[in-house]
């Protein structure tokens, strides 16, 4: 029952890319419906945070506590404490291109990651570098890694990789 619907990946349009919002497919639509549906438990016509959350999940997102509470106060707009269909469906627009971003990001790091140890190191710097023809020297390099790296342990892992790519609006 809490299975992933498998149509959720995101489908970017003509419109987004003209900076308009996306489109979701009418598959999409409606599973996003039926999550809806399924733990609208009340029948009631919307939903509360713990209904959410597990509506969420469905979907094949992992919300925290605290961002159930920012989702509900963001895009609530009767102040209800509750979300609606139409509330639900803008929400989940925007969280399935989100999540869609951050799966691109996720590839582009892992063509870093030539030798795929879960970071981006100054030899995956120095390879990419070296294939697309640009002749970097390490300090350079090195400069690139220390900008991205958080942990100071010199090398750059995947949130560390996402944050940067969303800090240079990338992503």
Do not use: C
């Not at 992933?4 to 979701?24: T, V």
């Not at 350079?140 to 996402?162: C, H, S, W, Y």
Request: charged letters at 40%.
């Amino acid at each position: 029952r809490l299975e992933k619907f498998p149509s959720m990946s995101y489908r970017k349009s003509k419109q987004e890319s003209k900076g308009e919002k996306a489109e979701l497919t009418a598959e999409q639509k409606q599973e996003i419906r039926e999550a809806f549906d399924l733990f609208d438990t009340d029948g009631s016509g919307s939903i509360d945070k713990n209904e959410l959350k597990v509506a969420m999940r469905a979907l094949g997102f992992a919300p925290k506590k605290e961002e159930i509470a920012k989702m509900i106060q963001d895009i609530d707009k009767d102040n209800s404490g509750e979300i609606d269909f139409s509330e639900f469906l803008e929400m989940m627009t925007a969280k399935m291109g989100e999540r869609d971003s951050k799966t691109e990001i996720l590839k582009a790091f892992r063509l870093f990651d030539d030798d795929e140890t879960g970071f981006i190191t100054l030899d995956n710097l120095r390879k990419v570098a070296k294939e697309i023809g640009e002749n970097m020297p390490d300090k350079e390099l090195q400069e690139m890694i220390d900008e991205a790296d958080r942990t100071n342990d010199g090398k750059v892992n995947e949130d560390e990789f996402l944050r940067i790519m969303k800090k240079t609006s990338l992503y």
